[in-house]
């Protein structure tokens, strides 16, 4: 089952090594991964999105606690949550298509932010699942050149929130 993993981690020169390598030791595979700092500096919000049963992933959560650098640590699978993903496409398209395209861009909420004769670049926000059927659809109607995909970033629903312990 795929799972969004919330981690607050010391903003220092290695956590995020630290943490790819209790993976990659672990044979765990890591499918998307983004991190910032957060509105404190010394402090970066990790999203990562992995694959594993309920029992593999609390292992995972159990081992990342015990990192020195990790502060807090939430499989936000398990509770209300949303989730977003940024893509950027180019697209080849036929001047003929252009209208078309444009058109369903807008309606998906997406934005074209450079219309040149030769490729279209266009941004879209969804879920991953809203965003893999954005890009089977759009396919339809142009080539994809290049896709550019920012990976999950996930926030608890409600009063809840991952914070500094």
């Given at each position: 089952?795929?799972?969004?993993?919330?981690?607050?981690?010391?903003?220092?020169?290695?956590?995020?090594?630290?943490?790819?390598?209790?993976?990659?030791?672990?044979?765990?595979?890591?499918?998307?991964?983004?991190?910032?700092?957060?509105?404190?500096?010394?402090?970066?919000?990790?999203?990562?999105?992995?694959?594993?049963?309920?029992?593999?992933?609390?292992?995972?959560?159990?081992?990342?606690?015990?990192?020195?650098?990790?502060?807090?640590?939430?499989?936000?699978?398990?509770?209300?949550?949303?989730?977003?993903?940024?893509?950027?496409?180019?697209?080849?398209?036929?001047?003929?298509?252009?209208?078309?395209?444009?058109?369903?861009?807008?309606?998906?909420?997406?934005?074209?932010?450079?219309?040149?004769?030769?490729?279209?670049?266009?941004?879209?926000?969804?879920?991953?699942?809203e965003i893999n059927a954005l890009m089977r659809e759009l396919a339809q109607h142009a080539e994809l050149v290049e896709v550019v995909r920012s990976g999950a970033l996930g926030i608890s629903r409600g009063k809840h929130a991952l914070r500094l312990v």
């Amino acid at each position: 089952m795929r799972h969004i993993i919330a981690i607050l981690l010391q903003n220092e020169a290695g956590a995020l090594t630290r943490v790819a390598g209790l993976f990659s030791s672990r044979g765990y595979n890591i499918e998307s991964l983004a991190v910032a700092p957060t509105d404190d500096p010394t402090v970066s919000r990790l999203t990562l999105v992995t694959s594993g049963s309920d029992a593999v992933i609390q292992q995972i959560a159990n081992q990342l606690k015990k990192l020195v650098d990790v502060v807090s640590v939430e499989d936000m699978t398990r509770g209300a949550h949303i989730e977003r993903e940024l893509v950027l496409l180019k697209l080849r398209l036929e001047p003929a298509r252009r209208d078309t395209v444009r058109g369903y861009v807008a309606r998906s909420g997406g934005s074209v932010l450079d219309p040149s004769c030769d490729c279209f670049i266009v941004e879209l926000l969804g879920s991953e699942a809203e965003i893999n059927a954005l890009m089977r659809e759009l396919a339809q109607h142009a080539e994809l050149v290049e896709v550019v995909r920012s990976g999950a970033l996930g926030i608890s629903r409600g009063k809840h929130a991952l914070r500094l312990v």
